[in-house]
């Protein structure tokens, strides 16, 4: 029996395998492919303080290996998500962690205290990287004392596993990590999406209302390794690793390359049973290779 | 309705035109009783271009030879990808997803489907559904000419069909809103069809106040109301198509 269970600061999850905000809704738009009970936690669809109504459709374009999104947030507000969604949820024996979102520092603290007020949310996922809102979101997670500032007063009202999202659309990740660190953040996940675009040549026209929007999928793994990788070299906190895992060999490359856990997103819309098959992968992986437990293969990549 | 992931087996394949083909699906599980509107999503694994499954209506179902049809437009590659697929080749496929058409009330004698292009592809079913309900539905087509005619000779199976085509090669020479029939009095209109042929024969159904449903065919990536892509604009807000449409009352949306 292979130990599976993973620390992120200290929160500890029963296996290190979770879905990605904004890719598995609330959970529960799975559970005829998933027994949501099995997995390593939840992070929920990006939460603001007031409801948003996203931007106009067309949201979504296809890519090679990849897709673009511009949703923009849109959710019916962390006090619906509290009465209203939260209390569903509770029957599930998994981690819920709640992706918190804002267009400013006030939001986001505000988001994450009435969070915090929830007894059995052991932990928030910090969005200071969402490309597809016109104010805050990416601005923050871009900007290292803009990023510092947003970590250090959301710490000030939130006591629990405080994880940041990091944005891949920086020049050097690895200092934005070290900011956030420094501010407390326990631990971090990463990557959120890329901003990219895409044309469509005959009617000679964006493919998306926002005309810009986030890339994900497995055109982005390589980029979302070596930020892995670049961020364990760089700080001291456990990292969540994701950005185009397909597969379970995807995800160990991530815990081989320095993340104590991994997030599955885009893949849950080719195969909504995914997650549970990385799961099931990485445990068969770790036995063949005979370790009694993931963390004796987390950061081991050897060089 | 509980959604399966399962393996379907192309059991007969049609072209019928140059852009357009039939599929016929037999399913390794036994098939629930679906519903006229619900669509599927098939994985097309083949072509490296082709990331996300492909949504389509269900044709056509028939429960007890445990049948589905599915009728494809040539559009880019994943259509493309698909009408390469021989007979006999399995696919995977999400299904049922979406709500469905609603059946008419018994006092609702004149019902009309509107179907223009590939958007056809619902109605067949709806007017099966219909007929085996006791209704007796019509059909009004509408093409760009007559190679762009499908599947006439089922919904004559049906009911009496009406045509229009863009050139007046067939049937009276318009779009489906200049046809003759719509002086008629009608209860119930089912649409699906381009956007602009949907939002006319809506805003034809809301002046005589005859109730409509419309199917929107908006671009999906998850297909479950996970990832929020296919949204709509109803005068409650953004919905999702594939989990709260892809039937809408016209009246519901903003057009």
């Known amino acids: 029996m292979v130990d599976l269970t993973t620390k992120i600061g200290t929160l500890t999850l029963k296996n290190p395998v979770l879905t990605a905000s904004g890719t598995f809704g609330y959970g529960e738009e799975y559970v005829d492919f998933v027994d949501l009970n099995r997995l390593g936690g939840i992070c929920v669809k990006g939460t603001t303080l007031h409801p948003r109504e996203g931007n106009p459709y067309p949201r979504m374009a296809e890519t090679p290996a990849g897709m673009l999104n511009a949703v923009g947030l849109q959710n019916k507000g962390v006090d619906y998500f509290i009465h209203s969604i939260y209390p569903r949820l509770t029957q599930y024996k998994t981690t819920f962690i709640v992706n918190v979102s804002g267009s400013t520092i006030d939001d986001y603290v505000e988001t994450a205290e009435k969070i915090n007020a929830v007894e059995t949310i052991p932990a928030i996922e910090l969005n200071i990287s969402c490309p597809n809102v016109k104010q805050g979101g990416m601005t923050f997670g871009v900007d290292p004392q803009a990023a510092s500032e947003v970590v250090r007063e959301v710490r000030k009202v939130y006591n629990k596993t405080l994880i940041v999202k990091l944005s891949p659309n920086v020049t050097d990740i690895a200092l934005i990590a070290k900011t956030v660190t420094n501010e407390g953040a326990d631990a971090l996940s990463l990557i959120n999406t890329l901003l990219g675009m895409a044309i469509d040549a005959e009617t000679q026209r964006p493919l998306l209302s926002t005309i810009t929007g986030g890339l994900s999928g497995p055109c982005i793994k390589p980029i979302a390794l070596r930020m892995v990788w670049q961020v364990a070299k760089a700080v001291d906190i456990p990292i969540i690793g994701m950005g185009g895992i397909m597969k379970s060999t995807d995800a160990i490359e991530f815990l081989l390359a320095g993340a104590s856990a991994i997030e599955v997103g885009t893949a849950n819309f080719i195969d909504p049973a995914i997650s549970i098959k990385i799961l099931e992968g990485i445990e068969s992986y770790l036995e063949k290779h005979h370790y009694s437990s993931v963390k004796d293969i987390i950061g081991t990549l050897k060089t | ?255």
Not at chain 2, 34 to 41: A, E, S
């Open chain 2, 1 to 255: 309705m509980q959604k399966k992931i399962s393996d379907w087996v192309i059991t007969e394949k049609m072209m019928l035109n140059p852009t357009h083909f039939l599929l016929k699906f037999r399913s390794s599980d036994p098939l629930p009783i679906l519903q006229p509107g619900q669509f599927v999503q098939l994985k097309i694994d083949e072509n490296p271009s082709v990331f996300l499954r492909r949504t389509f209506s269900i044709h056509y179902f028939d429960l007890a030879k445990q049948e589905i049809w599915i009728l494809v437009q040539i559009v880019g590659e994943g259509t493309s990808t698909l009408s390469h697929y021989p007979v006999g080749k399995s696919v995977n496929v999400i299904y049922p997803l979406g709500n469905s058409f609603s059946m008419p009330l018994a006092q609702q004698k004149n019902l009309l489907l509107v179907g223009g292009g590939v958007g056809i592809a619902p109605l067949l079913f709806l007017g099966s559904t219909l007929k085996q309900h006791g209704f007796s539905p019509a059909f009004l087509i509408g093409a760009k000419d007559k190679h762009h005619l499908l599947e006439i000779d089922e919904f004559e199976k049906l009911g009496q069909v009406y045509i229009t085509t863009e050139d007046g090669s067939v049937g009276e020479k318009g779009f489906v809103t200049d046809h003759s029939v719509l002086k008629q009095s009608f209860d119930h209109i089912y649409s699906c069809g381009p956007t602009p042929m949907m939002k006319a024969i809506a805003a034809y159904a809301s002046s005589h106040s005859i109730a409509c449903e419309v199917s929107l065919e908006n671009k999906m990536a998850c297909g479950i109301g996970a990832c929020l892509c296919c949204v709509t604009e109803t005068h409650q807000g953004n919905t999702c198509v594939c989990v709260d449409g892809p039937v809408f009352n016209a009246n519901e949306l903003v057009w």
